[in-house]
Protein backbone atom coordinates (compact mmCIF):
# COMPACT_ATOMS: atom_id res chain seq x y z
CA UNK A 1 0.00 0.00 0.00
CA UNK A 2 1.25 3.26 -0.66
CA UNK A 3 1.98 5.90 2.37
CA UNK A 4 0.74 8.74 3.28
CA UNK A 5 2.04 11.54 0.52
CA UNK A 6 2.06 15.27 0.89
CA UNK A 7 2.59 17.98 -1.48
CA UNK A 8 4.38 20.05 -1.86
CA UNK A 9 7.80 18.97 -0.01
CA UNK A 10 9.34 22.37 0.27
CA UNK A 11 7.90 25.75 -0.16
CA UNK A 12 9.11 29.21 0.48
CA UNK A 13 6.48 31.89 0.87
CA UNK A 14 6.99 35.96 2.25
CA UNK A 15 4.60 37.59 4.97
CA UNK A 16 1.25 38.23 4.21
CA UNK A 17 0.82 35.68 1.01
CA UNK A 18 -1.39 32.27 2.09
CA UNK A 19 -0.12 29.14 0.96
CA UNK A 20 -2.02 25.52 0.33
CA UNK A 21 -0.79 22.38 1.34
CA UNK A 22 -2.13 19.16 0.18
CA UNK A 23 -2.27 15.00 1.57
CA UNK A 24 -3.18 12.30 0.54
CA UNK A 25 -4.15 9.82 2.55
CA UNK A 26 -3.41 5.67 2.80
CA UNK A 27 -5.95 4.03 0.58
CA UNK A 28 -9.21 3.15 3.14
CA UNK A 29 -7.84 5.70 5.63
CA UNK A 30 -10.93 8.21 6.05
CA UNK A 31 -9.41 10.02 9.01
CA UNK A 32 -6.90 12.88 8.56
CA UNK A 33 -5.17 14.88 11.07
CA UNK A 34 -2.79 17.88 10.38
CA UNK A 35 0.10 18.88 12.90
CA UNK A 36 2.43 21.63 12.92
CA UNK A 37 5.96 21.22 14.30
CA UNK A 38 8.54 23.62 15.23
CA UNK A 39 11.91 23.32 17.59
CA UNK A 40 11.00 22.95 20.55
CA UNK A 41 7.32 22.42 20.57
CA UNK A 42 6.72 19.24 19.25
CA UNK A 43 3.83 18.35 17.30
CA UNK A 44 1.31 20.65 17.78
CA UNK A 45 -2.02 19.36 16.56
CA UNK A 46 -3.94 21.52 13.71
CA UNK A 47 -7.32 19.55 13.30
CA UNK A 48 -8.60 16.39 12.20
CA UNK A 49 -11.44 15.63 9.08
CA UNK A 50 -13.21 12.56 8.75
CA UNK A 51 -15.71 11.84 6.12
CA UNK A 52 -15.19 15.49 4.80
CA UNK A 53 -15.91 16.80 8.42
CA UNK A 54 -13.94 18.57 10.90
CA UNK A 55 -14.28 16.56 13.76
CA UNK A 56 -11.67 18.56 15.88
CA UNK A 57 -9.69 21.88 15.72
CA UNK A 58 -6.73 22.61 18.02
CA UNK A 59 -5.84 25.99 19.44
CA UNK A 60 -4.89 27.79 16.24
CA UNK A 61 -6.03 30.78 14.80
CA UNK A 62 -8.58 31.07 12.00
CA UNK A 63 -5.67 31.93 9.69
CA UNK A 64 -5.55 28.12 9.54
CA UNK A 65 -8.18 26.11 7.83
CA UNK A 66 -8.07 22.80 6.18
CA UNK A 67 -10.77 20.68 3.89
CA UNK A 68 -11.37 16.71 2.82
CA UNK A 69 -12.30 15.89 -0.43
CA UNK A 70 -14.30 13.07 -1.03
CA UNK A 71 -11.85 11.20 -1.79
CA UNK A 72 -10.49 11.56 1.99
CA UNK A 73 -7.37 13.56 0.25
CA UNK A 74 -7.02 17.14 2.48
CA UNK A 75 -5.73 20.04 1.53
CA UNK A 76 -4.38 22.86 4.39
CA UNK A 77 -4.91 26.92 4.15
CA UNK A 78 -2.98 29.52 5.92
CA UNK A 79 -3.83 32.73 4.86
CA UNK A 80 -1.49 36.03 5.93
CA UNK A 81 1.71 34.20 6.50
CA UNK A 82 3.91 35.17 9.65
CA UNK A 83 7.26 34.61 9.94
CA UNK A 84 6.42 32.16 13.09
CA UNK A 85 4.08 29.90 10.76
CA UNK A 86 7.48 28.91 9.49
CA UNK A 87 7.44 25.36 10.48
CA UNK A 88 7.25 21.67 9.19
CA UNK A 89 3.60 20.48 8.65
CA UNK A 90 2.61 17.17 8.85
CA UNK A 91 -0.37 15.16 7.58
CA UNK A 92 -1.49 11.85 9.30
CA UNK A 93 -3.96 9.35 8.25
CA UNK A 94 -5.45 6.70 10.38
CA UNK A 95 -7.68 3.83 11.08
CA UNK A 96 -9.43 2.20 13.65
CA UNK A 97 -9.87 -1.43 14.52
CA UNK A 98 -11.25 -2.83 17.27
CA UNK A 99 -10.48 0.17 19.38
CA UNK A 100 -6.65 0.37 18.79
CA UNK A 101 -5.70 3.88 15.80
CA UNK A 102 -2.21 4.46 14.89
CA UNK A 103 -1.46 7.50 12.88
CA UNK A 104 0.64 7.23 9.66
CA UNK A 105 2.35 10.20 8.84
CA UNK A 106 3.68 11.92 5.94
CA UNK A 107 6.80 13.29 5.27
CA UNK A 108 5.68 16.63 5.67
CA UNK A 109 6.00 20.13 3.85
CA UNK A 110 8.81 22.39 5.34
CA UNK A 111 7.20 26.05 5.23
CA UNK A 112 9.66 29.02 5.19
CA UNK A 113 8.49 32.38 5.31
CA UNK A 114 10.51 35.04 4.96
CA UNK B 1 -0.79 24.19 27.60
CA UNK B 2 1.52 21.07 27.32
CA UNK B 3 -0.72 17.73 28.34
CA UNK B 4 2.34 15.67 27.02
CA UNK B 5 5.77 16.10 28.39
CA UNK B 6 8.71 14.56 27.43
CA UNK B 7 11.30 16.22 29.82
CA UNK B 8 14.81 14.93 28.42
CA UNK B 9 15.20 16.15 25.24
CA UNK B 10 18.22 13.97 24.64
CA UNK B 11 19.77 10.34 25.65
CA UNK B 12 22.78 9.05 25.10
CA UNK B 13 23.23 4.83 25.33
CA UNK B 14 26.00 2.20 24.77
CA UNK B 15 25.14 0.14 22.40
CA UNK B 16 23.61 -3.35 23.81
CA UNK B 17 22.20 -1.20 26.89
CA UNK B 18 18.99 -0.40 27.36
CA UNK B 19 17.43 2.77 26.51
CA UNK B 20 14.29 4.16 28.90
CA UNK B 21 12.57 7.27 27.49
CA UNK B 22 9.91 8.59 29.86
CA UNK B 23 6.93 10.60 29.08
CA UNK B 24 4.26 12.30 31.38
CA UNK B 25 0.98 13.63 31.11
CA UNK B 26 -1.74 15.72 32.43
CA UNK B 27 -5.25 15.15 31.42
CA UNK B 28 -6.45 11.67 33.32
CA UNK B 29 -8.82 11.10 29.88
CA UNK B 30 -6.41 9.98 27.56
CA UNK B 31 -7.84 6.58 26.64
CA UNK B 32 -4.43 5.29 24.01
CA UNK B 33 -0.30 6.48 24.36
CA UNK B 34 1.40 5.68 21.63
CA UNK B 35 5.48 6.24 20.91
CA UNK B 36 6.72 7.24 17.01
CA UNK B 37 9.95 7.35 15.86
CA UNK B 38 11.29 9.75 13.69
CA UNK B 39 14.52 10.46 11.71
CA UNK B 40 15.35 13.86 9.86
CA UNK B 41 13.62 14.93 6.78
CA UNK B 42 10.89 11.97 7.31
CA UNK B 43 7.81 12.11 8.83
CA UNK B 44 7.27 10.26 13.10
CA UNK B 45 6.65 5.96 12.37
CA UNK B 46 4.96 4.12 14.38
CA UNK B 47 6.68 1.39 16.73
CA UNK B 48 4.18 0.79 19.72
CA UNK B 49 1.44 1.64 21.35
CA UNK B 50 -0.85 0.83 24.54
CA UNK B 51 -4.22 1.17 25.65
CA UNK B 52 -5.56 2.78 28.93
CA UNK B 53 -6.52 -0.27 30.22
CA UNK B 54 -3.05 -1.94 30.14
CA UNK B 55 -0.03 -0.99 31.97
CA UNK B 56 2.44 -2.95 29.69
CA UNK B 57 3.12 -3.97 25.60
CA UNK B 58 5.86 -5.70 24.49
CA UNK B 59 7.37 -6.04 20.91
CA UNK B 60 10.33 -7.33 20.36
CA UNK B 61 12.96 -5.35 21.39
CA UNK B 62 10.47 -2.51 22.74
CA UNK B 63 8.43 -2.67 25.67
CA UNK B 64 6.33 0.43 26.77
CA UNK B 65 4.62 0.54 30.19
CA UNK B 66 1.98 2.53 31.92
CA UNK B 67 1.94 3.72 35.19
CA UNK B 68 -1.93 5.96 35.20
CA UNK B 69 -1.54 6.14 38.83
CA UNK B 70 1.64 8.46 38.53
CA UNK B 71 0.36 9.61 35.01
CA UNK B 72 3.67 8.31 33.52
CA UNK B 73 4.70 6.44 30.61
CA UNK B 74 7.74 4.86 29.18
CA UNK B 75 9.78 3.11 26.25
CA UNK B 76 12.43 0.21 26.77
CA UNK B 77 14.42 -0.50 24.17
CA UNK B 78 16.45 -3.34 24.73
CA UNK B 79 19.07 -4.37 23.14
CA UNK B 80 19.86 -0.80 22.39
CA UNK B 81 21.32 -0.31 18.41
CA UNK B 82 22.93 2.30 16.57
CA UNK B 83 19.99 2.17 14.05
CA UNK B 84 17.74 3.25 16.79
CA UNK B 85 18.94 6.57 17.15
CA UNK B 86 16.59 9.26 16.16
CA UNK B 87 13.95 11.07 18.06
CA UNK B 88 11.12 9.61 19.51
CA UNK B 89 7.96 11.19 20.42
CA UNK B 90 5.20 9.76 23.08
CA UNK B 91 1.87 10.56 22.07
CA UNK B 92 -1.64 10.65 23.68
CA UNK B 93 -5.09 10.25 22.43
CA UNK B 94 -8.30 11.91 23.90
CA UNK B 95 -11.67 10.52 22.58
CA UNK B 96 -14.41 13.11 21.72
CA UNK B 97 -16.57 13.61 18.58
CA UNK B 98 -13.48 12.12 16.87
CA UNK B 99 -9.89 12.35 17.96
CA UNK B 100 -6.87 14.21 19.24
CA UNK B 101 -3.46 13.35 19.82
CA UNK B 102 -1.17 15.27 21.89
CA UNK B 103 2.24 15.22 21.33
CA UNK B 104 5.36 15.43 23.81
CA UNK B 105 8.24 17.54 22.22
CA UNK B 106 10.66 14.40 21.74
CA UNK B 107 13.71 13.02 23.02
CA UNK B 108 16.78 12.31 20.75
CA UNK B 109 18.04 9.51 21.58
CA UNK B 110 22.28 8.48 20.57
CA UNK B 111 23.06 4.65 20.17
CA UNK B 112 26.58 4.75 20.60
CA UNK B 113 28.28 1.64 18.91
Known amino acids: KAGVTQTPRYLIKTRGQQVTLSCSPI?????VSWYQQTPGQGLQFLFE???????NKGNFPGRFSGRQFSNSRSEMNVSTLELGDSALYLC?????????????FGPGTRLLVL | DQQVKQNSPSLSVQEGRISILNCDYT??????FLWYKKYPAEGPTFLIS?????DKNEDGRFTVFLNKSAKHLSLHIVPSQPGDSAVYFC????????????FGTGTSLTVIP
Open chain 1, 92 to 104: ASSLRLAGQETQY
Open chain 1, 27 to 31: SGHRS
Open chain 1, 49 to 55: YFSETQR
Open chain 2, 27 to 32: NSMFDY
Open chain 2, 50 to 54: ISSIK
Open chain 2, 91 to 102: AARLTKAGNQFY
